[in-house]
């Protein structure tokens, strides 16, 4: 197996970047189990960036920021994140939608909380047909699996 | 299949009323925190049915919650949710008279030091490229202060249905890579047998990265390891500059390998695991926080193909934030291509008026409209409206609300649509 210099310098990089991450000490990064809640926090509804640092030693912040975009972009933040997600939400709440059978879509079982940016608003019926043709991996990510699929099938066979 | 969903159902509902029995019981004992949270909805509306056209279908849900913490000390909890549905009408517009589902029921172990957790029983589980419901175990610990791992295992939910669940086979797991804030990489394992045959089996690789000047690089990548080939590529920029937020993100599916799920490649998806197609998008979200009040948003996203034809989605929103949750907004949105039939424009205006106590009996107000404009008919029509009206208000502390809503919709599906909807959900407790 022949190595080149470049390889080599790179792999000494990273080898020299692993033992000074080891050898640093690290923050606290042990979650609390509750986060203030918004009440607690004041009447006006805040960005975790406005609180915390964008970035510090423990976490970057700003990728928790709800923003309108949040709904449908926290996949990896939920992934490597999980128990800073549950200091505020209970463990239902990623169940109206993440669940192996949800015959209520999330929009129609929370009807009345329109501040919530949800999926499949509406005359969703209708436009899936459009979405799914030019995006079909969004429709395939939760309607995946013969159970999640049953809501197809009724009618795609 | 469930050939009987009215049993189901019922069985279900034992299940959790043992389990509350059972817990109640535990709580007492070991002065448990027991919370449980009862949502109850009574909906109405009319569809066609084999039974005859405008049948009044009145399907009630019951979605129970039960948490109880610290049983025996403070490390050990029981947490189960779960729903089951009944129609009070003569129609037959459920193939079940009754059904509902368990959506997690287990007892967790969550360790005082290095944010461990064990789990046992019904659970969702995200890890990597897992977002699956399973009956089994699933282990997640931080190893020293720049590691972290996951594993679980058990049976499959969503394979339920097919032959049952003998010889099906879910299990993964996740090893993370971790310094401080500025790196965060997970390379991720899952495989799946449905009746001792391979489903499938990928590796996942997902990762964030702290660069200079506050910039966020953030991706994943997945591998169908039955396939060969790589299913998705995601990955965006996050930069903050001033009130703005900026996410510029590449995306690209391979078809053949994405869609394959050997032999459960079924319902509308099956033909697209032999299709040949590559969906490439490139897209831009822009927010920008005005002022305290005021936040205004942009989406632009490009979709292009090997095989079919290109689109492009460009919306603009808007949205003023008042007191506690209320919120005013409104969205503007086009999807424009080469292919006609893709192509609509989306309006939709909201609101949500918190806090309303002092000045009307409810404690809230909110509306929804939404008017679909499309470039070709879908059976005849060209457009399609959506309006609700909701309003809520909450007793005994917060312990008991009450919410009311009515939506009304005139689609390509569905003639002056108009269904109503009651919500009672009762809070029990400790921790409420």
Redo the contacts between chains.
């Keep these: 197996m022949i190595i080149n210099t470049q390889s080599l310098v790179l792999l000494l990089l990273c080898l020299t970047g692993l033992v000074v ?2 050898s640093s000490p ?2 606290n ?3 609390q189990d509750k986060h203030p809640s ?2 607690d926090l004041g ?3 805040l ?1 975790c ?1 406005d609180c915390h640092d ?7 912040w ?2 928790f ?1 709800h ?3 949040f709904p449908t ?1 926290h ?2 933040q ?3 994140h ?2 800073l997600c549950s200091m505020c939400h ?3 709440f ?2 109206d939608c ?4 949800v ?2 879509k999330p929009s ?2 929370n ?5 919530r940016q949800m999926p499949h ?3 969703y ?3 899936h ?2 979405d ?6 969004s ?3 939760c ?7 049953k809501n ?2 009724k009618c ?2 | 299949m469930h050939t009987c969903c009215g049993s189901y159902s019922r069985l279900l509902l034992r299940t959790i009323y043992a389990q509350a029995l059972v817990l109640a019981i535990f709580s007492f004992s070991f002065a448990a925190d027991f919370n449980v949270t009862s949502e109850t909805l009574f909906r109405s509306f009319e569809r066609d049915t084999k039974s005859g056209s405008d049948e009044l279908v009145l399907p009630g849900y019951e979605y129970l919650k039960l948490d109880v913490d610290r049983i025996t000390n403070q490390s050990l909890s029981f947490h189960a949710y779960g729903w089951v549905r009944h129609d009070f009408s003569d129609s037959s517009y459920y193939p079940e008279e009754s059904d509902g589902e368990l959506i997690y029921a287990y007892l967790e172990y969550a360790g005082p030091k290095h944010n461990q957790s064990l789990r046992l029983g019904r659970q969702h589980v995200f890890s990597g490229v897992a977002n699956d419901a399973l009956d089994g175990l699933s282990f997640t610990s931080d190893l020293g202060d720049l590691f972290s791992v996951s594993a679980y295992g058990g049976l499959p939910v969503g394979l339920a249905d097919t032959a049952g669940q003998s010889g099906d086979v879910l299990w993964g797991g996740r090893l993370a890579h971790h310094y401080r804030s500025f790196y965060n990489i997970g390379l991720s394992y899952q495989k799946v047998d449905n009746d001792d045959s391979a489903v499938t089996s990928k590796v996942g690789i997902d990762s964030a990265f702290l660069l200079p000047m506050n910039v966020g690089l953030y991706g994943n990548s997945v591998r169908n390891m039955e396939t060969e080939g790589w299913a998705e590529h995601v990955y965006w920029l996050h930069l903050l500059v001033g009130n703005f937020s900026i996410r510029p993100y590449y995306e690209m599916f391979e078809y053949d390998d994405y869609f394959d799920a050997g032999a459960l490649s079924g319902g509308p998806f099956a033909s697209l695991a032999h299709s040949g197609e590559t969906l490439d998008s490139l897209g831009l979200d822009l927010s920008w926080q005005q002022s305290p009040d005021w936040t205004f948003g942009a989406k632009a996203k490009s979709y292009s193909y090997e095989v079919n034809e290109t689109s492009n989605f460009l919306s603009l929103s808007a949205t003023w934030s008042g007191d506690y949750l209320t919120r005013v907004g409104g969205e503007l949105g086009k999807m424009k291509g080469d292919a006609a039939d893709n192509d609509y424009l989306l309006v939709r205006l909201f609101f949500y008026l918190d806090h309303l106590a002092d000045k009307l009996w409810v404690d809230f107000v909110s509306g929804d409209g939404l008017y679909t404009g499309y470039d070709q008919e879908i059976y005849g029509q060209d457009y399609a409206y959506f309006a609700s009206l909701g309003a809520g208000k909450t007793f005994i502390d917060d312990a008991l609300q009450i919410k009311l809503s009515a939506d009304y919709s005139k689609d390509p599906y569905f003639d002056n649509d108009l269904r109503s909807m009651l919500t009672v959900t009762c809070r029990f407790g400790a921790g409420q």
């Design positions: 991450a080891c690290q923050p990064t042990q979650l918004q009440g009447v006006k509804p960005m960036s964008a970035q510090d030693q423990a976490f970057s700003e990728q920021n923003t309108a975009f972009q996949r990896l939920a992934n490597q999980q128990q209970q463990r239902n990623c169940s993440h669940a192996t059978r015959e209520l129609l079982k009807q009345s909380e329109t501040f608003r509406g005359d019926l209708s436009r047909r459009i799914a043709r030019i995006d079909p991996t429709c395939f990510r309607h995946g699996n013969p159970q999640t699929a197809c099938v795609h066979g």
